[in-house]
């Protein structure tokens, strides 16, 4: 009897350590087509060339997916793959990104973008995604600092429907004042400190002897001149 009795226990064993090696071994598989079908979408819009999506494919890939390659959340999927060169996606890149969004296809990776765009726009995330935002725009080596033009069309992107009065006041002064023609990362990132921290638009609030880029002292000043 009691050999009977362990022959049923292992018998079930047996049974269960089975049906787990099967359920394993399923997802193993549809991991594995699901892998390759990221590949295989990839390789639609790399250039064969360069094994990268370059600038050219991601317009395709704008247009197959029915959003404007200026759109934000293109830049949001940039941040979420963590890519490194602006306007190119390698292929690590791409598997990091529609693995993360479980988007295989256009049509799922066109239906993950409103979640990706909540995702960025938790305040957990929002900051890194601000910073990203600039870091990508250094297309050059060593490059430190960009353009005027371009921070105003960034600002606009990035930050302009989250704080519309700053960004368009701050826009119309870089566009007016002649000190700066370039921005750097501790002025673009004190500039959304000065978003989120800074009684807009009375600034009563806001100290030039605490630790601000001089660009935002002479922003208030230029601000309170206008408000005489």
């Not at 087509?33 to 790399?46: G, T, V």
């Not at 973008?113 to 080596?141: G, H, I, M, W």
């Given at each position: 009897?009691?050999?009977?009795?362990a022959?049923?226990?292992?018998?079930?064993?047996?049974?269960?350590s089975?049906a787990?090696d099967l359920f394993?071994s399923a997802?193993?598989k549809?991991?594995?087509k699901?892998s390759?079908?990221i590949?295989?979408?990839?390789?639609?819009?790399?250039?064969g060339?360069?094994a990268?999506i370059d600038?050219e494919?991601i317009?395709?890939?704008?247009?197959?997916m029915?959003?404007?390659?200026?759109?934000?959340?293109v830049?949001?999927?940039a941040?979420?793959?963590?890519?490194?060169e602006?306007?190119?996606?390698?292929?690590?890149e791409?598997?990091?990104?529609?693995?993360?969004?479980?988007?295989?296809t256009v049509?799922?990776?066109?239906?993950?973008?409103p979640d990706?765009?909540k995702?960025?726009?938790?305040p957990?995330?929002?900051?890194d995604?601000?910073?990203?935002?600039?870091q990508y725009?250094?297309?050059?080596?060593?490059q430190?600092?960009?353009?005027i033009?371009?921070i105003?069309?960034?600002?606009?992107?990035v930050?302009g429907?989250?704080?519309?009065?700053q960004?368009?006041?701050?826009?119309?002064y870089?566009?007016?004042?002649?000190?700066?023609?370039?921005?750097?990362?501790?002025?673009?990132?004190?500039?959304?400190r000065f978003c989120?921290?800074i009684s807009?638009?009375?600034?009563?609030?806001?100290?030039?002897?605490?630790?601000?880029p001089l660009?935002l002292?002479n922003?208030?000043e230029w601000?309170?001149e206008?408000?005489?």
């Amino acid at each position: 009897m009691r050999r009977s009795s362990a022959s049923k226990k292992t018998g079930q064993s047996n049974s269960t350590s089975t049906a787990a090696d099967l359920f394993r071994s399923a997802s193993s598989k549809a991991s594995t087509k699901e892998s390759e079908r990221i590949d295989n979408l990839f390789y639609s819009y790399a250039n064969g060339s360069t094994a990268m999506i370059d600038p050219e494919g991601i317009e395709t890939l704008c247009a197959d997916m029915e959003v404007d390659h200026t759109d934000v959340r293109v830049l949001m999927l940039a941040w979420k793959m963590k890519a490194e060169e602006q306007g190119y996606f390698t292929l690590d890149e791409w598997r990091r990104g529609l693995k993360a969004l479980r988007a295989d296809t256009v049509s799922k990776l066109k239906k993950a973008l409103p979640d990706l765009e909540k995702e960025v726009r938790r305040p957990s995330n929002f900051a890194d995604f601000y910073s990203y935002a600039f870091q990508y725009c250094l297309t050059e080596e060593k490059q430190k600092s960009i353009d005027i033009e371009s921070i105003c069309e960034l600002l606009t992107l990035v930050l302009g429907s989250t704080f519309p009065p700053q960004v368009n006041l701050f826009v119309e002064y870089l566009k007016t004042q002649n000190d700066y023609k370039v921005i750097n990362m501790d002025q673009w990132m004190g500039f959304f400190r000065f978003c989120n921290e800074i009684s807009f638009p009375t600034l009563n609030d806001y100290d030039p002897e605490l630790a601000w880029p001089l660009i935002l002292d002479n922003f208030v000043e230029w601000i309170r001149e206008k408000q005489i």
